[in-house]
């Protein structure tokens, strides 16, 4: 193992990859830029400095995917993890840190690692063939020359721009005494049947009164340095309501070429439409309905909405400057870039959001290239865990064609019950009657989560087999 692994990025998934490929005897420099050239948005040059909340969110094993995927890292030995348990300050059920405490505690402890070499320098393009297999976790505040290579290299029009991320609805909390299935004048496209949207109706003292909530609304303000232009044709929906009222429903709102299944006889006076997001059916996405509207606000809001009154969020919208691949077509299901094999990305870059998730990835990208240095093909976590759910969403990524863009639409996301497949429960010996609402949901989670652990331990139980015997 004396060949020389690079990881370029010091925060959360850099950190994290060069963790465990230290770890499993390999040598590794970490480059990091911040001593020679700052950020905008970082205040020191600390390993894994959290830029914005010092929460890890949920910290909930039994109940919460992203409980669930800490869980996970615990098991597999994960530097942040590790860290973020050490210094964690009083949050309730979710796990927060002292920001300050958990970034000199990560960078003590990769700096007194033998086998990691920490150079405080920049990278201005992609790594060249000599350096070997290496790793690119530079996440959304890329800088500008390597993010410009990364895009001339993919073939990528533009890497950063401000994203348009519209809502996302888990499907079992919509309700389809109101909502139903069919597109616009029942065409049936590419892979469709003609019922490829789930609509929801308003008549028109429901649509002005959504308007003028829309238009209300608590909004988010960009920060100083996210001075990047919207992307062409995505416009926050709450702008365009400010255009005129009746902006929306000659825009992504139209009632056109929809008949109510519950009342056929009455023409709704605008739609809200659902397309699917994800393969397993799981999560749908309102269609053209990036906002940037507080997280308090969307949810208030779009439960105004006929057929959502008691939609679960996966997702809410956003807009915000960002970095990421085109992951489901220039990366394998290793991370590798497809036109480069020894270029591994991690983190944010490759289309998932949050600390954890970012981590999550750079510790993943870190096994597997340690798997493959070692003679072995990567062993792949199942769909069935939090690592396989979330990797399944980046290599796979959403399967909804994005008319704006193109192209088929890939959108960052965090770690969430809607990416993992269905699980089958059981009613409750002895239970009476229909069994439904919160029991229901939490029976449900619970079945999700047992899995998921069974299947992680099983997975790096495997794992640790296939590298004992080679």
Not at 64 to 76: Q, S, T
Not at 353 to 379: K, M, Q
Not at 406 to 414: D, E
């Amino acid at each position: 193992m004396d060949q020389n692994i690079h990881v370029i990025g010091g925060g959360l998934a850099g950190s994290e990859a060069a963790w465990q490929l230290a770890q499993r005897g390999h040598k590794v420099t970490l480059h990091e830029m911040r001593g020679v050239r700052g950020t905008a948005a970082h205040e020191t040059d600390a390993l894994a400095e959290l830029v914005c909340s010092n929460s890890f969110r949920s910290d909930d094993a039994r109940a919460n995917a992203v409980g669930l995927i800490h869980e996970e890292m615990r098991r597999a030995g994960s530097l942040i993890i590790a860290m973020a348990d050490a210094n964690k300050v009083p949050a309730g059920s979710a796990l927060a840190v002292d920001r300050v405490g958990f970034a000199d505690a990560v960078t003590a402890r990769v700096m007194d690692h033998a086998n990691i070499a920490i150079d405080r320098g920049v990278v201005d393009g992609l790594p060249p063939e000599d350096w070997g297999p290496c790793v690119i976790a530079t996440g959304p505040l890329t800088a500008a020359p390597l993010a410009d290579a990364i895009a001339k290299e993919t073939g990528e029009e533009a890497l950063s721009f401000f994203d348009a991320i519209a809502p996302i609805i888990h499907f079992d909390s919509i309700d389809f005494d109101q909502a139903w299935f069919q597109s616009r004048y029942d065409k049936v496209g590419p892979g469709g049947n003609g019922r490829d949207y789930i609509n929801c109706p308003m008549d028109r003292d429901q649509y002005y009164a959504f308007i003028e909530a829309l238009i209300a609304g608590e909004k988010t303000e960009f920060k100083q340095w996210e001075n990047v232009p919207y992307f062409d044709g995505c416009l926050p929906i709450e702008i365009m309501a400010e255009r005129g009222a009746e902006t929306l429903r000659h825009g992504p709102m139209k009632p056109m070429g929809l008949t109510n299944v519950h009342k056929p006889d009455e023409k709704a006076y605008a739609v809200v439409q659902l397309r699917q997001d994800n393969a397993l059916g799981t999560l749908y996405n309102m269609v053209g309905f990036q906002t940037k509207l507080k997280y308090g606000a969307q949810t208030e809001i779009f439960r105004m909405i006929p057929g959502l009154e008691k939609a679960e969020f996966a997702r809410l919208g956003g807009l915000h400057r960002n970095t990421y691949l085109n992951s489901p077509d220039l990366l394998d299901e290793s991370l590798r870039l497809k036109s480069r094999p020894h270029i591994r990305f991690a983190g944010q870059i490759t289309g998932c959001e949050g600390y954890v998730e970012s981590a999550a990835i750079g510790l993943l990208t870190g096994r597997f290239l340690s798997e493959e240095l070692s003679g072995l093909t990567p062993n792949i976590p199942p769909e069935t865990t939090a690592f396989g759910a979330l990797l399944n969403h980046i290599i796979k990524g959403h399967i909804a064609y994005d008319e704006d863009r193109g192209r088929k639409s890939f959108q960052p996301m965090n770690v969430n019950f809607g990416l993992f497949p269905p699980v089958t429960i059981e009613k409750p010996e002895g239970h009476v009657g229909r069994w439904r609402g919160k029991d229901k949901a939490i029976a449900k989670k619970h079945a999700i989560t047992g899995r998921a652990l069974e299947d992680v331990d099983a997975w790096l139980t495997e794992t640790e087999a296939l590298v004992a015997a080679e």
